[in-house]
């Protein structure tokens, strides 16, 4: 083989392998239960809404006597052991003997949400042995509001393995991306207080400009209205004055002087003698 057909051989070599790397290392993630036309919007929105996260791993022990001695490993909308290729969403580990049990994968996921929460729901798991009529397991995860917490609290509620039929796995845990939007809307009033201000400050500006830079006022006079201001300040003054004051202007004194009589009269004699003869 010439030189370049091996290097061209190799090439290709190479970017098959690289091609099939990613091809693996590409993670799965939720599929909706039924045909792909099936699914709704809103378990899109709801699957997209849970997108950030798919980069976490969540566990919990469970420990029972000497029999039940369990970890849980949980990720949203991602293998828990992507190189098994086992589509599992939550995996159960058995800490006495290492055995591993698929509670729900992610190939059929069901999702939906109310006001303050999401629920997801891993069916297609590992088949029971004695309980449940042998069907396959099923995991249901409440993701509950809370603000200001990515996710935290994963943790077991309980397991309903004494029915006939329909059987499951409980979690819970809290995320803010369970919250409803916050409403960022200006309520009447504060929409009716900015405008009021705005106009404020645009008649208080606007009128000094124009008395400053066009009628070439100085002083106070650049204040807008100035005269109008000034005699409503002193109306409001006076109207002020007249309500608060528990006294009325003309009212007599109270208490007078000794000898103001005195001082009166003597001031009436004092002026008869200025008076021609």
Request: aromatic share 8%; net charge negative.
């Amino acid at each position: 083989m010439s030189p370049p057909c091996h290097t061209s051989a190799l090439l290709l070599f190479f970017m098959a392998l690289a091609a099939a790397g990613a091809e693996q290392s590409e993670e799965r993630s939720c599929d909706v239960v039924g045909d792909e036309s099936s699914e709704s919007q809103m378990e899109r929105a709801l699957l997209k809404k849970l997108e950030p996260l798919s980069h976490m791993r969540f566990n919990v022990t469970v420990e029972k006597g000497e029999t039940e001695n369990y970890i849980y490993h949980f990720r949203v909308c991602r293998e828990v052991n992507s190189t098994s290729h086992d589509f599992g969403g939550l995996v159960q580990t058995n800490r006495q003997n290492g055995k591993t049990t698929v509670i729900g994968r992610i190939n059929e996921t069901q999702v939906f949400n109310g006001s303050d929460w999401i629920m997801l729901i891993y069916k297609g798991g590992d088949s029971y042995g004695r309980h449940c009529s042998g069907e396959k397991r099923r995991a249901v995860i409440m993701i509950s509001c809370k603000r200001g917490v990515t996710a935290s609290s994963f943790s077991i509620i309980s397991e309903e393995r004494e029915k006939e039929q329909e059987c499951f796995y409980l979690f819970e845990m809290d995320s803010s991306l369970a919250c409803p939007a916050e409403n960022s809307h200006l309520s009447v009033g504060s929409i009716l207080l900015i405008t009021f201000v705005s106009l404020i400050a645009v008649y208080i500006i606007g009128g000094f400009l124009y008395q400053r830079l066009i009628v070439g006022a100085k002083g106070m006079e650049q204040i807008p209205h100035f005269a109008f201001w000034q005699d409503l300040g002193n109306l409001v003054a006076d109207g002020c004055d007249f309500v608060c004051r528990s006294k009325p202007r003309n009212a007599p004194a109270a208490y007078r002087g000794v000898g103001d009589d005195q001082l009166g009269e003597e001031s009436e004699e004092r002026d008869d003698h200025l008076l021609p003869m």
